[in-house]
Structure formats: structure tokens, C-alpha cells
């Protein structure tokens, strides 16, 4: 399929710190010393250290994860290049969206998969892709629904406290109306078979995700990692523990804020305490107060050395929160790059001085790739109007009103009547000043009374134009709301399953090949 690539600064939709990252602006540096290139990989796998007793514990718990599983070949040959001393990973993570959500999920995953195979050969040691499961996670309104197109297939069983511990009650009828959404195709019923299998009421939500993401993606050779683990949270007990004690989430925090607010407002809050506490239905916040710690929502409360003891005895029932979860991540991983979005990214510059006290390697930040999907039909619309792929991303009211005056059979501007006034009226001022300063008010009056009256007219001019040119401006609102549907990108909105109906996992091939993570481009592919 043919591709357009846009520069991110192009499209007017990403921020500040992540086109600084991009482009290796040295303020964003001091925040994010490794640049999302070769070089960056490289320096970051010279620097990586991994204690051999980790990677047995992590080599240990991914394989019990994966168990349930029919393994697909390609897994267990990731799982068994893990246990390799000299072994590196790259890794993106999500919450546990429905049906694997928006398009932007896939594209992070399969931005993974071709790092660490372009990885591998530039390092020429095994590189592994890993998809980080958020299944601590505790806001459901963000994880209960898919939109199939243009359906909103919503599942309401979802409850309180970590998602990946809900049980899928309900969730059969969701199913079937995803399946009903996709419709037909050629590769529908491997698609139905696919959801109907993973999605099951007796599964937890994590255990269905991973059912799914395996089914989709085992062929590259994923690892699917859930956080929510005994054995890898006894790993992290020393820096929870240090965070309760010394709360460096919080001051390291504070520091980079401080830096950043040169330039850029903070993403992320860190509060006194970046842990939650996990109990049935519950992640909640534990608070600090005079002589004890309170988990919010009725919660139990701890003196401090209490608090230890819980941690020490029953690590899984604590939780890091936005900006201890990337040192988790790190600390249980050999892992030398991460595939974010913008919204990632930004939060991630927070981090360097919370990883450098904890002494927790900073990997690579790669900004997961954006794409949009153009039918050939809208691209020869759009061409036709005389517009290149470039104006897509420019303000739809304004572009409109340009074609409406370049295409109009007469003259919307009124510059050089404008000029004419002006000029008309600084003689006329010139004369009254020298003839009676008391004038100048009124000529004043008079001269801004005749400009407003050429602004009505130059409004009702356009006004005319867009009639006359209705056709071509309605042609330009259909294309531009097949490409931002509700104003946002299509990757933030739409599902992957239609595509998989009538493509197979084919088309996750073909996206692979568009989807570049070391190249900082917009990705716009024409359908035919």
C-alpha cells in the first residue's frame, strides 16, 4: 500500500517535549540522555547490566504465566533466548483494553516486535519483544469498550480495584456483538474463534488479554508480561520499601519538575507516596499522616515498621502508580528500549533522577508510530482539489475558506480597496489636522466606520465563494472526518478486528512493514 510520511512537527498534534526528544534538542537531553536512534541502542546495551538470580526469577515467572497457553513456536524460542546472559529486551506496555482497543495498541506492539529484530542484528546479541500487561490498573472506564466500526461495543461487568483481576461476567454477549460489528470477511470466523476462545467468564480479564495478544501476535515471538506477579513483586520489595521510607518519587519528581518548567508543563504528579495497596475490588492510594500510613478508601492503616512487614510478607498486594511503574519495569527486565506515545513519553522526562537514585537504567524512549488510513478514492478527492497530503493535518475551517477564495469565479479580497481607503482617508486626516485638530476624531471615525464596512463585504464575498464551491468543501469535511472521526486521530477510536476479518493476520504484516519506530515520521497509508 502506498505511504505518505509526515514530519510529527507537520501534523500540529504532538507536543513540545516529544518533538525536542525527536529531533534531539539538547534541553530535552539533560531529561532523556539516550537519542531514539542506532546510537541510542547501541549505548544503551553497552551500559545494561542484569543480575543473573533476576533473570531467573523473571525467566521463572514469565514461564509459569505462559502456561495456559498453546504456545506458539516462536514464544517458546523467545522464552528459551531469555534465559541467555547475553539477552537484551525491548519493551511497550498498555492497559487491558477491550478487544485490544484502539488501533494505537497493535501499533505499539508491532513497533516492538521490529525494534528488537532491528536490534538484534545491529547488536548482534538476542534481543526479545515484550508487551508489559497494566493490569494494576484501576480505571475500568478506559479498558470496558471497543469501538468496531463506528460501534461501541461496551462491557459493563467491569468493577472496582485491578483490572486484570476482574472475571469476564457477562462478557459473552460483547463477544458476539464484536463479531456482529467486524461482519463478514474472508478471515472472519479465525477472528471469531480467536475472541470467543480468549474472552471466556470463566477467565480473568489479564488471563483473556493474553489469550488474545498470543493469538495475534505469538507468531512474532511477544513475550506477554503481567506485572501482577508474586515472585517478580519480591523483586521490587527494596525499591517500595525505599520509597516509603525515603519517598524519592516525590523529591526526584519535584527536582525535574523544576528543570522542566523552563520549557515545559510536568505530565505526571508524584505524590508523597507512589504506591497503592491492592485488596478485593479496591487499589488504593496510601496516604502518610502523623504517626501512621492510611490506605484511602476505608483501607487498613499501618505504623511504618508495619507497613515494612506487610511489604516484606505480601509484596503483590502493592501497587506502583504512574511514575514508579517504568522503574519496575526496568528494575525486572534486561531492557534497553521502550515504545511509548506522546502522552508516555512526556511523563517518562519526569523519571532520569528517580531512576538515577534508585540506581535503575533509563532506556531508550521510542515514540510509538502514528498512522492514519486514506482511501485511494478520498486521496484522489483531495488531490483533485488541488491539496496535498501535508494539508490534511491543517485546520479544516481554514483550508476551506483558502479553496473558497482560490476557486471562486470572482474576487474575495479586498486589499486594494482597503488600501485605497487608507490612503483616501490619510489625505483627508493630513487636511483636517491642518485645518482643525477637532476633526481628527471624526475622520478617525469615519476611515475605521468604511474598513468595517469592507469586512462585511469581504465576509459575504467568502460567504459567496463557499456556496459556489460546495461541492469541493463538502468533499473536503467527508475526507477529513473519515481521517479524524469526533476531531481525534482514527488510531485513538478505531479497532483492528475489521481489518483482521478481511485480511487475516496478514494484515499485521503489512502494517509491520509501514510501522518504522526508527523512523520519526506520520504514517499515511492509502487503502485502496
Known amino acids: 500500500m502506498p505511504v505518505e510520511r509526515i514530519a510529527y512537527a507537520d501534523t500540529g498534534r504532538f507536543a513540545a517535549p516529544v518533538l525536542d526528544h525527536l529531533s534531539g534538542d539538547p534541553f530535552v537531553r539533560q531529561f532523556l540522555e539516550l537519542p531514539p536512534d542506532a546510537s541510542g541502542l547501541r549505548q544503551a546495551a553497552a551500559a545494561r547490566t542484569f543480575d543473573p538470580g533476576f533473570r531467573t526469577i523473571l525467566c521463572n515467572a514469565l514461564e509459569a504465566q505462559h502456561s495456559p497457553l498453546a504456545l506458539h513456536s516462536e514464544v517458546r524460542a523467545s522464552l528459551r533466548k531469555l534465559r541467555d546472559p547475553r539477552c537484551l529486551t525491548v519493551t511497550t506496555g498498555h492497559q487491558?483494553?477491550?478487544?485490544?482497543?484502539?488501533?494505537?495498541?497493535?501499533?505499539?506492539?508491532?513497533?516492538?516486535?521490529?525494534?528488537?529484530?532491528?536490534?538484534?542484528?545491529?547488536?548482534?546479541?538476542?534481543?526479545?519483544?515484550?508487551?508489559?500487561?497494566?493490569?494494576?490498573?484501576?480505571?475500568?472506564?478506559?479498558?470496558?469498550?471497543?469501538?468496531?466500526?463506528?460501534?461501541?461495543?461496551?462491557?459493563?461487568?467491569?468493577?472496582?480495584?485491578?483490572?486484570?483481576?476482574?472475571?469476564?461476567?457477562?462478557?459473552?454477549?460483547?463477544?458476539?456483538?464484536?463479531?456482529?460489528?467486524?461482519?463478514?470477511?474472508?478471515?472472519?470466523?479465525?477472528?471469531?474463534?480467536?475472541?470467543?476462545?480468549?474472552?471466556r467468564e470463566d477467565r480473568t480479564l489479564a488471563e483473556a488479554t493474553r489469550h488474545f495478544i498470543h493469538a495475534l501476535f505469538g507468531q512474532y515471538g511477544l513475550v506477554i508480561l503481567d506485572g501482577d506477579d508474586p515472585a517478580l513483586k519480591r523483586l521490587f520489595g527494596p525499591i517500595m520499601v525505599e520509597e516509603l521510607v525515603n519517598q524519592v518519587g516525590a523529591r526526584t519528581v519535584a527536582y525535574a519538575n523544576e528543570k522542566m518548567r523552563e520549557r515545559y508543563a510536568p505530565q505526571a504528579h508524584a505524590r508523597e507516596i507512589n504506591l497503592f495497596h491492592l485488596r478485593n475490588g479496591y487499589r488504593a492510594r496510601i496516604v502518610p499522616q502523623e504517626d501512621h500510613y492510611q490506605v484511602l478508601e476505608d483501607g487498613p492503616r499501618w505504623t511504618l515498621d508495619e507497613l515494612l512487614a506487610q511489604v516484606e510478607a505480601r509484596p503483590r498486594d502493592f501497587s506502583p502508580n504512574v511514575v514508579l511503574r517504568p522503574v519496575y519495569q526496568e528494575h525486572i527486565l534486561p531492557n534497553i528500549a521502550y515504545v511509548g506515545g506522546g502522552g508516555e513519553l512526556a511523563y517518562w522526562i519526569q523519571l532520569r533522577w528517580l531512576f538515577q537514585s534508585l540506581r535503575v537504567p533509563m532506556p531508550v524512549l521510542f515514540l510509538r508510530t502514528s498512522a492514519a488510513m486514506l482511501s485511494a478514492k478520498h486521496e484522489r478527492q483531495w488531490n483533485g482539489i488541488g491539496l496535498t497530503t501535508k494539508d490534511l493535518f491543517s485546520d479544516l475551517t481554514a483550508l476551506q475558506a483558502q479553496v473558497a477564495k482560490r476557486d471562486a469565479p470572482f474576487r474575495t479580497d479586498l486589499g486594494v480597496e482597503r488600501a485605497t481607503i487608507e490612503g483616501a482617508y490619510r489625505d483627508v486626516l493630513a487636511t483636517a489636522s491642518r485645518a482643525d485638530a477637532s476633526l481628527v476624531g471624526a475622520v478617525e471615525a469615519r476611515r475605521a466606520q468604511a474598513l468595517r464596512g469592507l469586512d462585511r463585504l469581504e465576509k459575504g464575498l467568502l460567504r459567496a465563494a463557499k456556496r459556489d464551491q460546495a461541492v469541493a468543501l463538502g468533499r473536503m469535511a467527508a475526507i477529513h472526518t473519515a481521517l479524524f472521526p469526533g476531531g481525534g486521530l482514527q488510531e485513538r477510536r478505531d479497532n483492528i478486528l475489521p481489518q483482521l476479518a478481511a485480511e487475516g493476520l496478514a494484515a499485521l504484516d503489512n502494517w509491520m512493514g509501514t510501522l518504522d519506530p526508527l523512523d520519526p515520521t506520520f504514517a499515511v497509508v492509502v487503502e485502496p
Open 96 to 199: 487491558l483494553c477491550l478487544f485490544t482497543g484502539p488501533l494505537y495498541v497493535p501499533f505499539k506492539i508491532l513497533n516492538t516486535i521490529r525494534l528488537a529484530r532491528e536490534a538484534e542484528v545491529l547488536l548482534g546479541r538476542p534481543v526479545v519483544p515484550v508487551f508489559w500487561m497494566a493490569s494494576e490498573d484501576h480505571d475500568a472506564a478506559e479498558i470496558d469498550h471497543a469501538v468496531i466500526n463506528g460501534r461501541t461495543i461496551r462491557w459493563n461487568g467491569a468493577g472496582g480495584g485491578a483490572v486484570g483481576r476482574m472475571k469476564l461476567r457477562g462478557i459473552t454477549a460483547q463477544v458476539e456483538e464484536a463479531i456482529e460489528a467486524f461482519g463478514p470477511g474472508a478471515e472472519a470466523d479465525m477472528v471469531a474463534q480467536a475472541l470467543r476462545e480468549a474472552y
